[in-house]
């Protein structure tokens, strides 16, 4: 026969149950100012209800089924305490006010979400609430401290999320991808206030998304995923915090910032500098993070964030006047390779940031508009002011002149400092270009220049004017060494001329057309035969 239970803890009264308390249908109050202490487990099932005013402590699991009831009023409290680990397992949805962890170094395992009304108080050492598949829900009134202690923090080590409803002023996160690994982020809500989601992952990843791709340098190996629940309306300031021990080998705390992922790249939200770090805690801030749904956060060095180049060139012998763009007979006729061709080339030598450029196929040549088809690869240097090559990249000529990163968007540089550089162009076939002025190039930033304006944009403004008041680079350099003369008809336009199209083998095709014919001699190397390059190797 099933036994039921009626019990009322009036104030001032504590009650402690040395073994497990099951409430199979009874009622258990426990008034304001009461303790009700259970040295194990609590199983609250069937129709039971237990109502909480005062303080319950329990040192074991806890479970209420979803035929039960759990109350808990304002300003009550359930405490965790004890040596031994506690499982939290309510089956109907149940919204406690304070929760206090004060285990001895062990942990609370949720089974279910479990949403807070009131605050969540870590009061001893290496205490963690780990959710797995579950979410752990503070409400906008909900304050949460482990200022007092170490190594105590939620733990994200599944699906499961911290949320924080309406989030508007400054709230500190405490989360952690494992149980040795404690990252806890501060946002503070500057735009709308909204309920924001929070998990840590346990690398900084190239896709984040997948968790694939793990970074091994120049970063904190941790990623914070950060969710809106609605769209739009969010200025954040993030400040994520991290160890010694996350950090990899190669990063440098002195040059660190927040970086955004924006779908396929990180983004620096702020200029890099030295982080702050306090009794073995380093942090650094930033301004101005908008969200869109999730979106993720980690933290690097300078060598992550890239500098930006928007040049745009136009190549004399693809060019048509006509249209104002270039031919892209290479792309369409399948010659184009899908990785970058200036590594394996003479008089081509990559350094720092360049040399493995590759897109993923043929069809990454192929732009919505079609402006932005690919013409062919060109390969960039910037060069510091003794002349001196300090980064390359090789990089894709759009038919407007362009030239884009793989995928699209500006050239980026990881490895190059803020300062002013002259930028040089060079392609496989035509003569190279420098600009006549310095750039400036900033971490972070964009720098743009445009040789295609006026003849004075390059160094030693003797290039073709390709269409009235548009200029390009001379042609009919076929073995790129910056001549145009006998070299280039002898041992390569009268070889080449008429054979099957190679691009490895058919540099004297000084048009780009896919051929090497008649037109490649006449209307280009006798025309530009002894043009040398501007550039002052």
């Known amino acids: 026969m099933k036994k039921l239970l009626s ?38 099932s069937g129709t039971g209800t237990i109502t909480n005013n005062g303080i319950i402590e329990v040192k074991g699991d806890i479970t209420s089924e979803a035929t039960a009831t759990f109350t808990s009023a304002v300003d009550s409290k359930l405490k965790f305490s004890g040596t031994t680990p506690s499982t939290v397992n309510f089956m109907a949805a149940t919204t406690l ?33 780990i959710l797995g598949a579950n979410d752990l829900v503070l409400s906008a009134t909900s304050a949460s401290d482990n200022s007092t202690v170490t190594n105590s923090f939620i733990v994200t080590d599944g699906a499961g999320v911290v949320t924080k409803e309406g989030l508007s002023t400054a ?21 709308t206030a909204d309920n924001i989601s929070v998990r840590v992952l346990a690398d900084a990843y190239d896709a984040p998304s997948t968790q694939t791709g793990a970074m091994t340098d120049d970063v904190v190996s941790a990623t914070w995923e ?53 009794n073995g805690i380093s942090t650094i801030s930033n301004a101005g993070l908008v969200l869109d749904g999730t979106d993720y956060l980690i933290v690097g060095d300078g060598a992550l964030s890239a500098a930006e180049l928007a040049i745009k060139m136009f190549l004399e012998g ?72 300090i980064s390359t990249r090789s990089a894709l000529l759009q038919r407007d002149g362009d030239i884009v990163d793989l995928g699209g968007g500006n050239v980026k ?34 720098a743009t220049y445009d040789f295609t304006t006026a003849a004075a944009q390059s160094q030693g403004a003797d290039v073709p004017e390709v269409e009235t008041g548009v200029f390009g680079v001379w042609s009919a350099d076929a ?58 190797n």
């Open 7 to 44: 019990l009322i803890l009036f104030s001032g009264m504590a009650l402690g149950v040395s073994a497990q308390l099951v409430n199979q249908g009874g009622t258990i109050t426990i008034q304001s100012g009461a303790t009700l202490v259970v040295e194990s487990d609590i199983t609250n």
């Open 97 to 129: 006010a304070d929760v206090e962890m004060a285990k001895t170094a062990e942990d609370v395992t949720l089974s279910s979400d479990l949403d807070i009304d009131g605050d969540l108080t870590f009061t001893e050492d290496d205490n963690q609430i």
């Open 171 to 191: 709230f500190e996160f405490p989360v952690g991808a494992a149980i040795d690994s404690q990252n806890d982020i501060t946002l503070t809500e500057a735009g």
């Open 226 to 278: 950060i969710t809106e629940a609605t769209s739009g309306g969010s200025d954040i300031t993030a400040v994520p915090s991290w160890t010694a021990a996350d950090e990899t080998a190669s990063f440098d705390n002195t040059d660190a910032a927040v970086y955004q992922f924006d779908g396929s790249s990180y983004t620096a939200l702020g200029a890099t500098g030295a982080a702050n770090t306090t």
């Open 318 to 389: 693809p060019y048509s006047a006509a249209n104002s763009l270039m031919n892209d007979a290479l792309r369409t006729g399948s010659h184009l390779p899908i990785a970058e061709p200036y590594g394996a080339m003479t008089n081509f030598t990559h350094v720092g940031d360049g040399g493995s450029e590759a897109v993923m196929a043929e069809a990454d040549f192929d732009f919505a508009a079609d402006g932005d088809d690919i013409v062919d690869w060109v390969f960039i240097e910037i060069r510091d002011n003794s002349n001196s090559t």
């Open 413 to 446: 540089f990881s490895a190059v400092p803020n300062g002013d550089y002259d930028i040089v162009v060079r392609h496989r076939n035509h003569l190279g270009i420098k600009s006549a002025n310095n750039v400036t190039v900033t971490k972070g930033g964009v």
């Open 479 to 536: 073995n790129a060494d910056g001549e145009v003369n006998a070299t280039d008809n002898v041992l390569y336009w009268r070889v080449q001329n008429g054979q099957a199209y190679s691009y490895n083998t058919s540099s004297a095709d000084y048009n780009l057309d896919s051929e090497v014919n008649a037109t490649d001699n006449v209307l280009y190397w006798r025309i530009n035969n002894s043009k040398t390059s501007q550039i002052d």
